[in-house]
């Protein structure tokens, strides 16, 4: 029921903050439209710990979302610089990196992350580990140095 619960006050958060409007009628509707979504949401039985994680609400997600856009703009100037390079200096590589995430959420959250960064696309994730096709041996030796593994790991919530 709390998820239920979340759900409902974060919906109606996002209502309050894209419509703009706030008389009573329409308050009263922005409430009721979302209490609707809600009930179709737990009819359909997608209103659990996976489908809506209140675990990663909190300080660790913002904190990993800052960090990860610094590692994207990061990336993307030097993938700028390898293209626009008269020597195109790159060299390929397709490896597996270690997952340490407990949960699929996490390795989904990994691999994301390491498809945002420019350079770097993940293929195919498994229980022990991603397969990561990367530009560049650095990114791939970046990678499996573990930072944002262990980052997604704290996000996760699991150490």
Known sequence: MRHALSLFVGLYGLWLVLSGHYTPFLLA????????AVA??????VVDHEGHPM?????????????LTIQIVLSALQVGRIVLSPRLR?????????AS????LGR??????????????????????????????QGMDELKQGGMDRRVTQVEGES
């Open 29 to 36: 509707m922005g409430a009721a439209c979302t209490v609707f």
């Open 40 to 45: 179709v949401a737990l009819r359909m039985d």
């Open 55 to 67: 675990h990663l609400v909190g300080y660790r997600i913002p904190l990993y979302w800052g960090w």
């Open 90 to 98: 790159i060299d390929p590589v397709l490896e597996t990196v270690p």
């Open 101 to 104: 995430q407990k949960s699929d």
């Open 108 to 137: 989904v959250i990994y691999a994301n992350s390491i498809t945002l960064t420019p350079g770097t696309l993940s293929t195919s994730v498994t229980a022990d580990g991603i397969e990561v096709h990367a530009l560049t041996r």
